[in-house]
């Protein structure tokens, strides 16, 4: 089994719809990211979270929210699509010290119509 | 502003030779270089770096870090059709990872 998981693995949607991505892990790691891949703009970060008390903001959080609702599920919505969103999302989660590697989940792909 | 360049944008090669990828980086708290393969979906990491000219080798790939000069290169000898990736790099200065744009090579049978 995966051990970061993202759901749903695609997605179309339309313009002003609230959509929600879900990312498990089974890891055990603290820390949780969501990013966004957009081609020639590499992996950018949205949201971070080091526990379910601690959520701070990334590069790009506009147009987004997050829940840490455990150590192992953290949730990225947005709460009106618009199609600049559309994107490859990615989880990752790390262990311990901020610098240490990333490891991601399988991503999702969001078209926003 | 932390910046993370990578170069060349992208590279096309025969199986067997041997490649260069670069990744330049202006931080303002260095702590480690990150190297990352991305294939058809997820990166997948590669190597950390955090001290100057201690080369990391895995196979056929290695990578070396000069903070001096604010660079890291990933080597890759005697490539292979499987070794047809996006390389990332990325920095985290802080709590935040900075990635660069990638470098996508393609290697030709």
């Known amino acids: 089994d995966a051990d970061v998981t993202q759901t749903p693995r695609n997605r179309i949607t339309k313009t002003g719809k609230r959509i929600m991505l879900e990312c498990s892990q089974t890891?055990?790691?603290?820390?949780m990211y969501w990013y966004r891949q957009d081609p020639g703009l590499g992996l950018r970060l949205i949201y971070y979270?080091?526990?379910?008390?601690?959520?701070n903001k990334g590069e790009i959080s506009d147009g987004y929210s997050v829940s840490r609702q455990a150590q192992a599920k953290f949730s990225l919505s947005l709460e009106s699509a618009i199609p600049n969103q559309t994107a490859l999302y990615f989880c990752?989660?790390?262990?311990?010290?901020?610098?240490?590697?990333?490891?991601f989940g399988p991503g999702t792909r969001l078209t926003v119509l | 502003e932390d910046k993370v360049v990578q170069s060349p944008l992208s590279l096309v090669v025969h199986e067997g030779d041997t490649v260069t990828l670069n990744c330049s980086y202006e931080?303002?708290?260095?702590?480690?270089l990150l190297w990352y393969k991305q294939e058809k979906k997820a990166p997948t990491f590669l190597f950390m770096l955090?001290?100057?000219?201690i080369e990391k080798k895995s196979g056929r790939l290695s990578s070396i870090l000069d903070k001096k000069e604010l660079f890291s290169i990933l080597n890759i000898t005697a490539t292979q059709t499987g070794d047809s990736a996006v390389y990332l790099c990325?920095?985290?200065?802080?709590?935040?990872?900075?990635f660069g744009t990638g470098t996508s090579l393609t290697v030709i049978p």
């Open positions: 990752a989660t790390s262990p311990g010290l901020a610098f240490n590697e990333q490891f």
């Open positions: 890891k055990g790691h603290d820390r």
């Open positions: 979270s080091f526990d379910v008390k601690d959520i």
């Open positions: 931080v303002t708290n260095f702590r480690s």
């Open positions: 955090t001290s100057s000219g």
């Open positions: 990325a920095v985290p200065p802080g709590n935040q990872f900075y």
